[in-house]
T-cell receptor, first 112, second 115 residues
Framework: GDSVTQMEGPVTLSEEAFLTINCTYTATGYPSLFWYVQYPGEGLQLLLK?????DKGSNKGFEATYRKETTSFHLEKGSVQVSDSAVYFC???????????FGAGTRLAVHP | GAGVSQSPSNKVTEKGKDVELRCDPISGHTALYWYRQSLGQGLEFLIY????????KSGLPSDRFSAERTGGSVSTLTIQRTQQEDSAVYLCASSLSQGDGGELFFGEGSRLTVL
């Protein structure tokens, strides 16, 4: 079945460091891909998405490119801030309706 | 309301008791989803509603779990004869449509602890 695998955390970085969180997927067909973020004490919220191969999603300085050839959707940010500390979830939607299949989540801690 | 509202935010119950978890979606959102987040696990899909009907119940773990939605709005997830392995955070989400690529809006969840 469809699945998402993302790198285990926690990821601990200093402020202004470069961030990469790896995400790979297995799916039949052509899913849409998402990154959701869960800040402490808040509900999950959409960070960015890409709906077809080679699309780049971006938001708040974060980027991810839909790579069909490597079945990947890695999340990157050039310079992280303390306020980026959160749990990040990679997800796919197989299509038809917005049923999301999530990865296990990666906790990011950014220190001053 | 402004966002997806879930209640209770925390529930502690004894093994064998029944529990009901409530979700009030964003007004006008026709699609509603329930997920479960267990400690150290990702989010596990439970059930999807479009309006009052549930075309996908494939994630419900057992027949102890059921859900309904009335008036195309509020949904209730019921767990009968709770077990310790039911302990988790139950998340509800809604979206404007069922179309692919739409954004899901999540509530803050109901944390269930079964003693």
């Amino acid at each position: 079945g469809d699945s998402v695998t993302q790198m285990e955390g926690p990821v601990t970085l200093s402020e202004e460091a470069f961030l990469t969180i790896n995400c790979t997927y297995t799916a039949t067909g052509y899913p849409s891909l998402f990154w959701y973020v869960q800040y402490p004490g808040e509900g999950l919220q959409l960070l960015l998405k890409a709906t077809k191969a080679d699309d780049k999603g971006s938001n708040k300085g974060f980027e991810a490119t839909y790579r069909k050839e490597t079945t990947s959707f890695h999340l990157e940010k050039g310079s992280v801030q303390v306020s980026d500390s959160a749990v990040y979830f990679c997800a796919l939607s197989p299509g038809g309706y917005n049923k999301l299949i999530f990865g296990a989540g990666t906790r990011l801690a950014v220190h001053p | 309301g402004a966002g997806v509202s879930q209640s209770p935010s925390n529930k502690v119950t004894e093994k064998g008791k029944d529990v009901e978890l409530r979700c009030d979606p964003i007004s006008g959102h026709t699609a509603l989803y329930w997920y479960r987040q267990s400690l150290g696990q990702g989010l596990e899909f439970l059930i999807y509603f479009q309006g009052n009907s549930a075309p996908d119940k494939s994630g419900l773990p057992s027949d102890r779990f059921s859900a309904e939605r009335t008036g195309g709005s509020v949904s209730t997830l019921t767990i009968q004869r709770t077990q310790q392995e039911d302990s988790a955070v139950y998340l509800c989400a809604s979206s404007l449509s069922q179309g692919d690529g739409g954004e899901l809006f999540f509530g803050e969840g109901s944390r269930l602890t079964v003693l």
